[in-house]
């Protein structure tokens, strides 16, 4: 498409395009210094400040670290144990060998000691749950990070909508500036016509009234620069402490061509790589396992046991911090367990894994058709917007020509103030439309990208390499 690519060549003029404020310099006016962003820089300050990307990441990092508790349940639990009691005591009645209660007299009052030590082993060796919470986890794990992944997409889409929302309204700014420059320059040359009554009052009451309008223009264009450069520091995960008059943007150099986009393979390629997709799809197969482990707890189960012990008995004057007692046990067991009944309590795990897989599956049903929906529409947008472009630079060139043509022709008197006023608002309208239209382009190819990933970039590079 050689027309739209000289377009796209047209807009972009002579190259990089820095956009600075010209009333602001920094260095020796003692003014604050302006600070220089790029897109790479504001993606690059986003991707490592954002707080969506660090709750991703703490979410990916807890699931990763849980993995250890999940292969940690095919290992023994190990316990040890240390007891030491000194009980005072007083009795002053007994059981007598009949049966019936009698006093002590005097009453006996003594104290018991006792140390007691012992390490427990213990090891399930028939648990189906342990394996399903194996399967769980994985799962769970592999949907966290691509949830991380997904995140740094949405991240890396709204720093490129605001970056791009930023610039357009800069250029509109830029636009509403040298109207009103323009705007001042036609009213003296209406007020030099109507001294030598060359023009009516009404044509300067217009100039005037013309030049107050652009006034307002660029208050507004003013406002709307300052708020897309505040959204840009909030999508950067910087604080918005900073003038945007001290904010320099860079206009990226090239704007893709959606000609060659496919709408078809783009869709495939989005289901194949959309991290969201897949987070989902891991998701059901952790609710899957989920809903085996629920099942198995109606399976008895089978422990084994090991026990070393030490215990003695010490007297009234013996310490009580005694960490070696003479005498030792030690135990084996083998301990089966069936548990019958539950109060239900399985039943409603069991439909709560079940009721996790319906939604996961409903979930990513309705995903993948909004996914489906939002390519084919992007893809058709971007292809309509490319076409729009070559006809927006070809109409400002139009009208920038025309523009001279009728200041020529009103400044000889040949043409009325209102054939002027026209052209001017056409130029106008002309410049707005074609940035209105660039940027706008580029913010939908952002959130194309953003759906479907690299194969868009793979997408573009066959595009700039095909003649």
Do not use: C
Not at 245 to 260: G, M, S
């Amino acid at each position: 498409m050689t027309g739209n690519r000289a377009a796209r060549a047209a807009v972009r003029g002579s190259g990089l395009l820095i956009l600075v404020l010209a009333e602001l310099s920094a260095g020796s006016t003692g003014l604050p210094a302006q600070q220089v962003v790029t897109l790479e820089e504001a993606l690059g300050s986003a991707l490592s400040r954002s707080p969506t990307i660090e709750a991703a990441d703490a979410t990916a990092a807890a699931a990763s670290s849980a993995r250890w508790a999940d292969w940690g349940a095919f290992l023994p639990t190990i316990r040890a144990n240390v007891d030491l009691s000194s009980t005072d005591f007083t009795n002053v009645t007994y059981l007598t060998p009949e049966g019936s209660p009698d006093i002590i007299d005097p009453p006996l009052t003594d104290v018991s000691k006792g140390s007691n030590a012992s390490l427990s082993f213990s090891l399930p060796l028939l648990n189906p749950e342990r394996i399903a919470a194996v399967g769980a986890g994985g799962s769970r794990k592999d949907a966290a990070w691509l949830r991380l992944s997904a995140a740094e997409r949405t991240v890396i889409r709204d720093v490129k909508r605001a970056y791009f929302e930023a610039l357009k309204q800069r250029r509109l700014l830029e636009v509403a500036r040298r109207q009103l420059e323009a705007r001042r320059v036609d009213l003296e040359v209406t007020r030099d016509r109507y001294r030598i009554a060359a023009a009516s009052r009404s044509d300067l009451l217009g100039a005037e009234i013309d030049a107050s309008d652009a006034e307002l223009r660029v208050l507004q264009a003013e406002d709307g620069l300052a708020a897309a450069v505040r959204a840009l520091q909030v999508a950067m995960a910087n604080p918005v402490s900073i003038e945007p008059d001290l904010v320099v943007l860079e206009d990226v150099e090239e704007v893709p061509d959606a000609e060659f986009l496919d709408a078809a393979s783009l869709v495939r390629a989005a289901h194949d790589a959309n991290p969201t997709l897949a987070a989902l799809l891991k998701e059901e197969d952790a609710a899957s396992a989920d809903l085996w482990a629920a099942r198995a707890a109606y399976l008895p189960r089978i422990d084994l046991g090991f026990v070393l012990g030490r215990n003695k008995q010490l007297g009234r004057e013996e310490s009580l911090f005694d960490f070696e007692p003479a005498n030792t046990r030690s135990s084996f067991q083998i301990i089966g367990s069936w548990n019958l009944f539950q109060g239900f309590e399985r039943k409603r795990q069991t439909a709560e894994a079940s009721g996790r897989i319906q939604r996961a599956r409903a979930e990513w049903t309705a995903n993948a058709l909004q996914l489906d929906k939002d390519v084919r529409d992007l893809v058709q947008e971007l292809k309509r917007r490319d076409r729009r472009l070559g006809i927006l630079v070809r109409n400002r060139d139009l009208a920038d020509e025309r523009l001279e043509l009728a200041r020529e022709q009103y400044r000889l008197g040949s043409i009325p103030y209102f054939n002027l006023q026209q052209a001017i608002d056409r130029t106008t309208q002309a410049e707005q439309s074609l940035f209105t239209e660039r940027y706008d382009y580029l913010i939908r190819w952002a959130e194309l990208e953003e759906r479907v990933g690299p194969a868009l970039a793979d997408a573009a590079l066959a595009s700039a390499g095909n003649p």
